[in-house]
């Protein structure tokens, strides 16, 4: 009989599942679409899960019964009412009480601080921020209500700018002619009325040409990714100061796509306000996907101590077989 180790780590768009062995060795991946049970459901969630975990294996020839740990971490998992309703789902997995389910946001902080301690923020097409200290773990809402609300939030404050602009509040924009050109609409009152009466709404998939706009120079675009960035820094400040982790060496990791995106505007922007209320924190944006950190929280649950090996053979894989 084999051991392994399974880690999931499920988004809205994409789920990851990798099974190791307890080498660290990496047996063997596979993707499915979204598993975030708000999005589609918990049944529809239970069954891209238990199809992921039955293809995952397969492909090692291994069944459920072979899985001695496993981390399953899932976008919409938010409050511990959640937690509640997936141990039935563990139960249907055939993976009982071998099997752990956290916030999505948690795989990526063990992928880039293995220790699981430290903070990690989330600026992807949504945003969260979680964190862990040696005795409590924490994380916001995720819901952008008084949090970074990432791309969503970026483009909410595009709209927002060029109403402004349109209102005579701030000065003229290239937002507008983006905005318009995305949209398809002829002009600003045709747009606006078409959101009032909740027949439209801006794509997340537009960040990107936001920031290409801040890079540009444009003082709108340069606005609202300061304002974004900013944001998001005040929640790991915040997460930080609530750990009891103030003015320590505290690892911060930075994920999703506003986070990766190399925008100098937005990076530099959140720097600046990490460290300026924390000096000691040291961030990092992850490179490899959030699923090895699944299975290295799944690894904590089985080792205690996890071998140093076994992390150096789990890292040294993932980035040569780069993103799943």
């Known amino acids: 009989?084999?051991?392994?180790?399974?880690?999931?780590?499920?988004?809205?768009?994409?789920?990851?599942?990798?099974?190791?062995?307890?080498?660290?060795?990496?047996?063997?991946?596979?993707?499915?679409?979204?598993a975030n049970w708000e999005r589609t459901g918990i049944t529809a969630t239970e069954i891209i899960l238990q199809e992921i975990i039955h293809r995952v294996l397969n492909l090692t020839d291994s069944s459920s019964q072979d899985v001695v740990a496993s981390t399953i971490a899932l976008a919409g998992i938010d409050w511990d009412s959640d937690l509640e309703l997936f141990k039935s789902v563990a139960k249907l997995l055939n993976l009982g009480d071998k099997a752990v389910f956290v916030n999505d946001s948690i795989a990526a902080l063990f992928a880039g601080s293995p220790t699981g301690i430290g903070c990690v923020s989330i600026a992807g097409t949504g945003g969260k921020t979680s964190g862990r200290s040696k005795t409590q773990t924490l994380q916001t809402m995720g819901m952008d209500l008084g949090e970074g609300g990432g791309a969503g939030q970026l483009v909410s404050l595009a709209l927002d700018y060029v109403a402004r602009i349109f209102h005579g509040i701030e000065k003229p924009s290239q937002l507008t002619k983006l905005i318009?050109?995305?949209?398809?609409?002829?002009?600003?009152?045709?747009?606006?009325?078409?959101?009032?009466?909740?027949?439209?709404?801006?794509?997340?998939?537009?960040?990107?040409?936001?920031?290409?706009?801040?890079?540009?120079?444009?003082?709108?675009?340069?606005?609202?990714?300061?304002?974004?960035?900013?944001?998001?820094?005040?929640?790991?400040?915040?997460?930080?100061?609530?750990?009891?982790?103030?003015?320590?060496?505290?690892?911060?990791?930075?994920?999703?796509?506003?986070h990766t995106a190399g925008c100098a505007t937005f990076d530099l922007t959140f720097e600046k306000v990490l460290k300026s209320a924390q000096p000691g924190a040291s961030s990092k944006v992850l490179n490899i996907s959030p699923v090895y950190g699944a299975v290295v929280h799944a690894a904590h649950a089985y080792f205690g101590d996890i071998p140093k090996s076994f992390l150096d053979n789990l890292f040294e894989q993932a980035r040569t077989k780069g993103d799943l």
């Open 1 to 34: 009989m084999s051991e392994l180790i399974l880690g999931i780590d499920g988004g809205g768009t994409k789920t990851h599942a990798v099974v190791v062995d307890l080498s660290g060795n990496i047996l063997a991946s596979a993707a499915h679409s979204g």
């Open 180 to 258: 318009l050109k995305e949209s398809g609409f002829k002009d600003e009152t045709a747009l606006f009325k078409a959101v009032a009466r909740h027949e439209f709404r801006l794509d997340e998939e537009m960040a990107p040409k936001i920031f290409a706009l801040a890079t540009a120079g444009d003082a709108g675009a340069i606005a609202i990714t300061k304002h974004v960035a900013a944001q998001h820094a005040s929640d790991v400040v915040a997460m930080i100061n609530q750990l009891g982790l103030t003015n320590t060496s505290v690892p911060v990791v930075r994920a999703g796509g506003l």
